[in-house]
């Protein structure tokens, strides 16, 4: 995680002066993302005055007279459209022009007007302008109007106005719509961006020639003609969007015209790197050296897909913010909206990123408020933590685990629109709401307020159609006799049945006499009654004034309130009994946390020095309800993670594990691992609970893994000799006895402690950490030293209790005071069998074995064979649900405790029997089945080889699907030597991975890191794991960028998984080809 730079700015005279852009860059390391509070960051090498570079770098742009936020309920008196999306709008004088997918708008109660594409209404009347009628063939993607407001410009995937070709851009008359015929500029493709100047006319989009001129996606124009501007050749190159989609997003000028912002999806303008932003000088038409890196750094976590959206540029042309939609809650660069300077070079550094958990589609900027407009759920509140709150990896989205609630007052309730903080990029308290589907993609704030458009036809709590204009005049101005709500802010998520305040402020110049508080349940439309615990007709009750009488008091109303959501209304009256015209009003939520996310630490190997690449970590997990598993994950300082093949690659990447007590509320964990590489790694730990909630800030711990260090060795010198790395051959001992395993372990140093490993894998018996020994024991590393070890050698031992039939694993490592433990390959090794003698195992198969997730009903019928040298006495059944851990009982119930359920034998003591067992399964689940034959003196099957198999048992749950729409499809040719894949997976209950496989024509299958490995066949290549945007969620966009690998003909295939393993069936396979 990053801190990021910020201007060192000082005052000079009353002026902003602001040096040093980019300042120097530091790195944050965050150990709890509770402790670090928004007005600085804990950071080595940088700077922590984060708040107040904020707050210096941007307070100049607050001008006199403009300080209000719009209001939060919109007009109900203009047009309203109620199809189609809205793409863009424009405003000239009093006239409003709309873009978008829509067919027809209409006056409030009047009818339907057919009008596409493209229409305008009246600010003033609030009518349709019925004289403004252009016939449009193609959708209207943006809409711009010349500074002087006699030209209109549009573009989008048209070809026709009025019947009168014009490809895709077009100039036209504002009062009529009709096109300009003078204006010519043909593009071959769609354009989506605008920007208009009295010299330029600026167009983005997936063109590639414009006028028959070469112009990559972006072009100036005449204003007047539409010639193209042969200076101003600034090719858009390296597409790196969904789909590998080469497009502009966004263009906006300064308003003092000097500079162009280019908000786009590819890799380079002009054939130098500007990833996701650039800036070009309007009077040299020159790529400005300004450039940032946020996206670079960051594109690997997200599947390589460029998923920036939208931009504008504050009035004081200080800064600028861009958002970004549809690529899951992952900062900083995606669901994110981010402020940069529009100062600087090379290297710049954000002013701040604004996490919102979900898509931001639109932004409009203000001198007092950044507005956005997406499909989010959650801003930032003004206390969150910096960077943003939460941890990176984890998504808080509507649908992943607890969402924001589990960030608790680190964040606000805001849905699909909101208003910033310019100076911090937390929230405002300005919280209308939408019911928008995909989200408000459209934007526009004037002098006379705001204007936003959507797919929902309900904004501020108002049926206004796609487009709400939120009027300031229709905001009432402060009065004498006044109220305000200050607690708690707009938005807050309180904890149901806890109490807390509701406060304010409340003015009166003949003096307060009481303030009247109503707080309505919004879902049931009750009130709460004068007992603070009821809820009936309309209510208000008495808040307790500081000053009674006083012009000015502070007014409290403690309150604890169930969950649900809330309207709270405030009203002051004076000694006359006069009150305030206008109520104080603010939403709010309280809600339950029955069952809170789990926590996770790690407590070993301690952070530094790791001179060995294997070890094992262990931690501790606690939760309330208990922990059910542990996700791990290793990455390198370059943003490399580990993937299940043992290479590394810039692809998230876990491990999933479990703790040592399933379902226990606090358990210890270990996971022993393998790096691939030495240099700096870190782990990552969090704990998943019951409910399949996950730790929302998790562990991390940093090691330097290198080999100058010496780890401790370790020997074996009974029952037999053994010394790393030669392995001693297998022992036989007899049933029934103990065995005493002893050695030496020694270090150049000294040593901290000595510890065994002994478990029966035929029997599942096992030594666990403290020492104990049995069936259910957790299988670790137990310590056999002091305590307080600190010698250069131990001569160590151990006794058995009497062994059991069956093969045992026996280890014993080392660790010195440095912390470095015994390498894998050094440990001491023995595999002891005890069994019979002259009495052979006995062997039990299972009939199928692999997964099945085709069974359709909570019952099993199980059937397979064992054998016996001397005569089968039985087979055991053991049954365990992975997503609880529990095993199915004897009596048919569920529990933690392993078990076993006994088979029916067709020819019981016989040398050879097949075995059936029809089971009724006490409820839906992952069930692993293992079945060991027993011979008739006890001993048990000694391997599980043939005898295990999978069933996913959901009766009623769909197998995933991938829409149509995936990419790539059959035949698809890539350029750039990358193969880039992305889709939408779905699934009727939830989608937890999309995986895919690359082949070349030699039959060899590509792992993550982009090798090819030996000759394999269909289906087993390596899997690769896509990123996914909503995971969890029934529906979830993926996406995933090959290495550049050889020009060359591949097979792709894709498949997804759902929340309960199942695969889709069959995977989705094409042929694609690659060129350089």
Known sequence: MRVWSRAVAVLAAGAVVVAGVPAIAGTVTVRDAGATGRGGAETLGGSAAI???????????????????????????????????????????????????????????????????????????????????????????AVEASPDGSSLYITGSFNTINGVTKRKIARLNPTTGAPVAAFTANASARGTALAVSPTAVYVGGQFATVNGVARSGLVALNPTSGAVDTAFNLPLTGGIGVGGMLTVQQLKLTHDRSKLLVVHTGRQIAGQDRYGVALIGTASKALLPWRTR????????????????????????????????????????????????????????????????????????????????????????????????????????????????????????????????????????WNPGSNSYEGEKAMLATSRGLLVGGDGNTKGGKT????????????????????????????AVKQAGESFAIGGQALAPAGVAKVQVEIQDRRSRKYLQDDLTTWGASNSVLATLASPNATSTTWTLPVSLPAGEYQLQAKTFDRNKAGDTTKAIKKIEAFRFDDLPPSTRISSPVAGLLATKSFVATGTATDDKGVNALVYSFRTSDNRYLQDDGTVAPVYNTFRGEPDVI??????????????????????????????????????????????????????????????????????????????????????DALKSVEIYLRNNTTREALAADGTWGADSVAAYHRISPLNLDAATFDWSFTTVPLTPGVYDFRVRATDKLGLTTSTGNLGRLTVTAQVPGDAFPNGLLSFTGVNQDVDRLHLDLSGSATDDKGVRAVRVALRDLDTGRYVQPNGTMAAAFATVDATLAAPGATSTAFTLAID?????????????????????????????????????????????????????????????????????????????????????????????????????????????????????????????PAGTYTVTIRGMDNHGQYQQPPRTVSVTVTD
């Open 464 to 491: 206004t159609g796609r487009v709400a204009f939120f009027d300031l005049s229709r905001e009432p101005a402060p009065a004498p006799l006044d109220t305000t709500i200050t607690t708690p802010i707009e938005g």
């Open 921 to 1045: 399964l006490p409820t839906k689940g992952t069930f692993t089945v293992e079945a060991w034959a027993v011979d008739t003196a006890g001993q048990q099957d000694g391997s599980t080889t043939g005898a295990t198999a999978r069933y996913l048992v959901y009766p009623g749950d769909l197998d995933p699907r991938l829409e149509p729409s995936v990419t790539p499809v059959e035949g698809q040719a890539y350029t750039g030597g990358r193969i880039v894949v992305s889709g939408r997976a779905v699934d009727d209950v939830g989608m937890q991975r999309v995986e895919l496989q690359i082949a070349n024509t030699a039959g060899q299958g590509m792992n993550a890191s982009g090798t090819f490995s030996k000759p394999g066949t269909a289906g087993n290549y390596p899997w690769i794991a896509a990123f996914l945007t909503s995971p969890g969620s029934p529906g979830s966009n993926f996406a995933y960028t090959s290495p550049v690998i």
């Open 51 to 141: 708040g107040a570079a904020r707050t210096v770098a941007t307070r100049a742009q607050i001008t006199p007279g403009d300080t209000r936020l719009v209001p939060s309920t919109p007009r109900t008196d203009t047009p309203q459209i109620t199809n189609g999306e809205i793409t863009d709008i424009e405003v000239i004088g009093n006239r409003v022009f709309i873009a978008g997918t829509f067919t027809s708008i209409a006056n409030v109660g009047g009818t339907a007007i057919a009008q596409k594409s493209l229409a305008s209404y009246n600010l003033d009347t609030g009518k349709v302008d019925t004289g403004f009628r252009p016939t449009i063939d193609g959708a209207v993607a």
């Open 294 to 429: 946020l996206w670079e750094d960051n594109l690997s976590f997200v599947g390589g897909i460029q998923r920036v959206f939208g931009g504008d540029i504050a009035p004081d042309d200080s800064y600028f913010v861009v958002t970004s939609g549809s690529g899951g809650d992952r900062p900083p660069i995606n669901d994110t909206a981010i402020a940069y300077p529009l100062t600087g070079n090379d290297h710049v550094e954000p002013l701040w990123i604004s996490r919102h958990f979900d898509s931001i589609y639109s932004v409009a900027i203000t001198a007092t408020a950044v507005y956005v407009g997406g499909h989010f759920s959650w801003q930032e509140s003004p206390t969150s933590n910096v960077p943003w709150p939460g941890l990176d990896n984890v998504g808080y989205g509507t649908g992943q685990g607890l969402s924001g609630y589990g960030l608790g007052d680190q964040v606000v309730r805001r849905d699909h629109l909101g208003a910033l903080d310019p100076i911090t990029g937390t929230a405002l308290e």
């Open 663 to 748: 379902g226990a509320v606090s358990t210890t964990w270990q996971f022993e691992v393998t790096l691939p590489a030495e240099g700096q790694w870190r782990m990552a730990a969090t704990a998943v609970d019951t409910a399949g909630q996950s730790d929302l800030r998790g562990d991390t711990r940093d090691w330097t893994v290198s080999a100058t260090g010496v780890p401790p060795t370790v020997a074996i010198t009974a029952p037999v000799a053994m010394t790393p790395p030669t392995a001693a051959a297998p022992l036989t001992v007899a049933p029934g006895a103990t065995v005493t395993f002893a050695g030496r372990a020694s270090d150049d």
